[in-house]
Structures are given as C-alpha cells and as structure tokens.
C-alpha cells in the first residue's frame, strides 16, 4: 500500500496550510427528467441519467436524456450511461452523442484480459466528439462481471490521461462496494488515480453511514442511485428526503 494511501485509511492525510480539503460531491442517477428536477432541487451537484431496469449502467432512451437536459438547462453538468462495453456500442448510442452533456461512460462486463487489451477501448474513446468526456468505469465485483480488476482499469486510465474514473458495482444485489473491497483497496484505488491528476467517483450502493469509513480518502464525487431513492429501492423513484441526507452526510 502506498503511504499517501496508509495515512487516508487512517485519516492522517497532512493538508496544507491554509488549503480547504475538496469536499466530495453527490451525484445522482435519475430515470426521468421529474426526477432530475427533484435532485436540481435538492442541490445535487452531478445528475447521471440511466435506466435502472437495464443493469448497473442501463442506457435510458436518447428522449429521456434530452428531457433531463431541457430540465436541467446547463445549472449542472450530466452525464449519460451507455450499458456495456461491445465493438457497436457508439451506434447503439449515435443519437445520445449529439446532445450536449458534459460525460458519457460505459462498463467493461464480459471484457477481460486479451492480447493486447484495451486497444479496441481507446479507438472507442477516440470517435467519441468532443467536448464530450469519456468517464472510465470499474467494476468492484470484477469476478461477477467477468472483466478487469479495478487497479488494471485505474493504471489503464491514468496511463491513457481519462480524467474521470467511476468505481462500481456490476450486481445490484444489495451488496455494497465494501462487500467486494476492503477500505485500504479503496484508498489505493483513489490514490493511485489521484496521483495521476485523475478524477475519481465511487459507486456501488453506498450508504451515508458509510462514508465515515471513506475519510480522508477524498473521492470527487459519489455516485447514488438506490439509497436515494423511496425504501432504497433503486427501482423506486427518488426521496428528497434521502437526498438531502446525502447532501447533509458530505458537508453540504
């Protein structure tokens, strides 16, 4: 484990002098544009825009997206998930790519270790327009969705110079990220990206209560769908009330 990495776990991180540490940021994945304006609202500083019945990273209809957008109207940036990795992906998504968001990201399961790995990612990444970013994601639970170990993917976007990288779970099976990583693989993870000027995001149904176990690890953003949503049913549609306990729980 790295120091930088030892003394986040242990919450000794040494500040400078007169620097304010970031605060971590709350992102919120929306499934419609009623509920991005209920997170506007609730003062959310991300909204994703997914569809939850589709997996981790479901695509929701380019309509949908556009709606949030409209709603939004530029107060914060959004992003928009695509589902899963495959050589097509940008087709599937042609329509999503002509509206203005700030990130598009999609998942690597069922992608693992080839002879020349990670080529193919790139390419993709490349015939993405600008100014559109490409946020690198990691699965947690690897295993389960048969694709790359979370430091493979954070060594792969900081050598490639991705800015943002989310840290996710595959299954939503009410484990959380801390079911398949310990703290200290959670800090590493930050650290290693952080090191690289990375900017990083954690999934993977997190609950306020365990952000205590986070501090001083400093992630940009957490990334919240189920726990902010009625019983915390990611299903469900989004609770105010939980979202300002979000917003509460970072400092807000």
């Known amino acids: 484990m790295t120091e930088n990495a030892k003394k986040a776990v242990a919450g000794l991180a040494t500040k400078p002098a007169k620097t304010a540490t970031p605060k971590t940021k709350l992102l919120i994945s929306v499934k419609n544009a009623?509920?991005?304006?209920?997170?506007?609202?609730?003062?959310?500083?991300?909204?994703?825009?997914?569809?939850?019945?589709?997996?981790?990273?479901?695509m929701a209809h380019h309509e949908t997206v556009a709606a949030v957008l409209e709603?939004?109207?530029?107060?914060?940036?959004?992003?928009?998930?695509?589902?899963?990795?495959?050589?097509?992906?940008?087709?599937?998504?042609?329509?999503?790519?002509?509206?203005?968001l700030t990130y598009v990201k999609w998942g690597l399961a069922g992608y693992t270790h080839t002879p020349g790995?990670?080529?193919?990612?790139?390419?993709?990444?490349?015939?993405?327009?600008?100014?559109l970013e490409v946020v690198k994601c990691a699965?947690?639970?690897?295993?389960?969705?048969?694709?790359?170990?979370?430091?493979?993917?954070?060594?792969?976007?900081?050598?490639?110079?991705?800015?943002?990288?989310?840290?996710?779970?595959?299954?939503?099976?009410?484990?959380?990220?801390?079911?398949?990583?310990?703290?200290?693989?959670?800090a590493e993870f930050i650290d290693c990206l952080k090191r690289g000027g990375v900017q990083v995001a954690l999934g993977g149904s997190l609950r306020p209560e365990q952000?205590?176990?986070?501090?001083?690890?400093?992630?940009?953003?957490?990334a919240v769908r189920g726990s902010a949503c009625i019983a915390g049913k990611r299903d469900a549609d989004l609770d105010p009330v939980r979202i300002r306990k979000w917003k509460e729980t970072l400092g807000a």
């Open 34 to 58: 009623d509920e991005a304006g209920m997170a506007l609202e609730a003062g959310v500083d991300l909204i994703d825009v997914k569809d939850p019945s589709r997996g981790s990273l479901g």
């Open 71 to 100: 709603v939004v109207n530029g107060r914060v940036p959004v992003s928009a998930a695509l589902g899963e990795w495959t050589p097509s992906i940008l087709t599937e998504a042609v329509w999503h790519l002509e509206l203005p």
């Open 117 to 131: 790995w990670g080529e193919e990612l790139l390419e993709t990444k490349r015939q993405v327009p600008a100014p």
């Open 139 to 186: 699965y947690a639970d690897w295993g389960k969705a048969k694709s790359l170990p979370p430091m493979e993917v954070a060594r792969f976007a900081k050598r490639f110079r991705y800015r943002v990288v989310l840290l996710d779970t595959f299954k939503k099976d009410g484990s959380t990220l801390f079911d398949h990583m310990t703290i200290i693989q959670v």
């Open 211 to 222: 952000m205590k176990q986070l501090k001083g690890t400093q992630p940009d953003w957490v």
